[in-house]
């Protein structure tokens, strides 16, 4: 057991859209990733998820509107909700997310930007 250093953390996130992981806690994963642009538009259908803004401006698009999170604000996608997250002005975000272990990176939607492995930091 060890304090974790999110700072240094996000030092080591070198590649956007690439969610790292820095901990799990029983089945959920605590995950970092650096985000610029806009993502896929997706859904999970058995997993909620929580993103936490440590840096920067996020748009979470739904399909009937947009939900701004700024810097130290949190929102929570409930599991079956199609959203796609975007950042403000093409900016770098620094986000910090809480998922499921079981959780796929863009849902049932396969892309150029989907992930299968989030190495550990």
Same mark, same amino acid.
Request: glycine residues 4%.
């Given at each position: 057991?060890?304090?974790?250093?999110?700072?240094?953390?996000?030092?080591?996130?070198?590649?956007?859209?690439?969610?790292?992981?820095?901990?799990?806690?029983?089945?959920?994963?605590?995950?970092?990733?650096?985000?610029? !642009?806009?993502?896929?538009?997706?859904?999970?259908?058995?997993?909620?998820?929580?993103?936490?803004?440590?840096?920067?401006?996020? $748009?979470?698009?739904?399909?009937?509107?947009?939900?701004?999170?700024?810097? !130290?604000?949190?929102?929570?996608?409930?599991?079956?909700?199609?959203?796609?997250?975007?950042?403000?002005?093409?900016?770098?975000?620094?986000?910090?997310?809480?998922?499921?272990?079981?959780?796929?990176?863009?849902?049932?939607?396969?892309?150029?930007?989907?992930?299968?492995? $989030?190495?550990?930091?």
């Amino acid at each position: 057991m060890n304090a974790i250093n999110i700072k240094d953390k996000f030092k080591l996130v070198d590649t956007q859209w690439h969610p790292r992981q820095i901990a799990v806690v029983d089945d959920m994963q605590v995950i970092l990733a650096k985000i610029q !642009g806009e993502f896929v538009w997706h859904k999970h259908d058995d997993e909620d998820e929580l993103f936490q803004v440590i840096k920067g401006t996020l $748009y979470m698009k739904f399909r009937d509107k947009t939900v701004t999170v700024n810097e !130290g604000e949190i929102i929570v996608v409930p599991k079956g909700v199609e959203h796609c997250p975007a950042t403000k002005d093409d900016e770098e975000v620094h986000l910090l997310l809480f998922e499921k272990l079981t959780t796929a990176h863009t849902g049932d939607v396969q892309h150029e930007k989907t992930q299968t492995e $989030y190495p550990k930091i």
